[in-house]
């Protein structure tokens, strides 16, 4: 499975005649290296398993100059597993004209605290697994990152704004029924298989993030659909570009800040993350994001959303989590959506967003219709994904 990652060429990094210096492609390449394990697992992986990869050998070859504002794509592949070693196979290509720049071979033993080579992780192959779209995805760059997004259809826009720690994959229902539409579903940074960096995350990033999307594919004006994490994002959206907002639909979704004893929560969900990884978020929020009666029926939907939470980078959930823990108060805009068409509507038995207070924040918005979704829990998209599309087309086919 081969994994590209993009990099840039600064003066800074090349030598008195322009060219790409040799230690700064070594660099590169092993920024590059880095970067896929920090899409995957997390930068912290190799930590987490008390093992070091130790470069045992290296091996570059060169074959072309890069200049300083050139982009070199970075391949790179899994090509052997050992015992207690592995290797990597690199080439990097300048994107402007496919220019072979660099190729490497480089080979890593995996060492214990007290230097001693100690056996490779179970799961090593898994850090390396392609996440490259394919089908109706596209990956597509916003402000520093590759955001993977699902475009369909044609006509008016609604934008689907997925929550924690999920995927655009929640709205695969909705995003083959809502016909008429130009449906737009993207992973949001972090999660998915949009990249996943160390920093930068917040509800303001996360918007910044969809607003310059929905310009790349050439869309002014849209309906925003959030749920969860989702609507705190579409909030933002309102709050920052309000003339771009023409609906809103917020499913299992609040207004508030967090409280002082939610962000002591968020604390602990942040050091889960970083000593049991994304299986050990997916296993704690399970039994919280669905209602019993999906359990019960559909055993096979909560595998599948276990598998989707567990597949989160461990970077894009604990940037998530420091997201959702500062994000501002929404409420005071509540007021303010009396021009906007607004959707409100929470599964019948959410443990997440308790309906009361779902409806509590649907009458706050002047004009908004509530609706609550029979049988489903959290996630009432793929819980009960009938019922869920047909209220959204009912809402769509509405408006003006």
Known sequence: ???????????????????????????????????????????????????????????????AQAFPGDVLRCSLSLVYIGRTSFVLRQAMRRT?????????????????????????????????????????????????????????????????????????????PQMAGLEGWTRIAPDLRGMGQSDAPDLGYSMATYAEDLLALL?????????????????????????????????????????EADTP??????????????????????????????????????????ERVRQMMAATPVSGITGAIAALRDRPDSTPLLDGLSDTPTLVAVGEHDQITPPDKVRAMAAAIPGARFEMVKGAGHLPTLERPESTTALLGEFLSGLP
């Open 261 to 302: 004893e939610g962000r002591k929560g968020r604390e602990t969900a942040m050091a889960l993350a970083r000593e049991g990884g994304a299986a050990a978020i997916a296993d704690s929020m399970l039994p919280k994001i669905l209602a019993a009666s999906t359990f019960a029926e559909n055993p096979a939907l909560a």
């Open 96 to 172: 402007g004209d496919e220019a072979l720049i660099a190729t490497a071979e480089v080979v890593f033993v995996c060492i214990d605290s007290a230097g001693a080579p100690t056996p490779v992780p179970e799961d090593l192959t898994q850090v390396f697994t392609d996440r490259s779209p394919g089908g109706t995805l596209r990956r597509m760059g916003v402000n520093g990152v590759n955001l993977v997004v699902d475009v369909r259809g044609r006509g008016p826009a609604i934008l689907f704004i997925h929550g924690y720690p999920l995927s655009h994959e929640i709205w695969e």
């Open 1 to 63: 499975m081969t994994h590209d990652v993009d990099l840039k060429v600064y003066p800074d990094q090349c030598d008195s005649y322009g060219h790409l210096n040799q230690a700064a492609l070594v660099s590169l390449l092993e920024r590059a290296r880095w970067e896929v394990v920090a899409r995957g697992p997390g930068m912290d992986y190799f930590s987490r398993q008390r093992i070091w990869p130790a470069l045992r050998k290296s091996t570059i070859e060169y074959h």
């Open 215 to 255: 310009s790349a594919v050439g869309v002014e004006r849209v309906v925003l659909c959030g749920l969860s994490m989702g609507g705190y994002v579409a909030f933002e959206i309102v709050r920052r570009a309000p003339q771009r907002v023409r609906g809103l639909i917020l499913l299992d979704t609040r207004a």
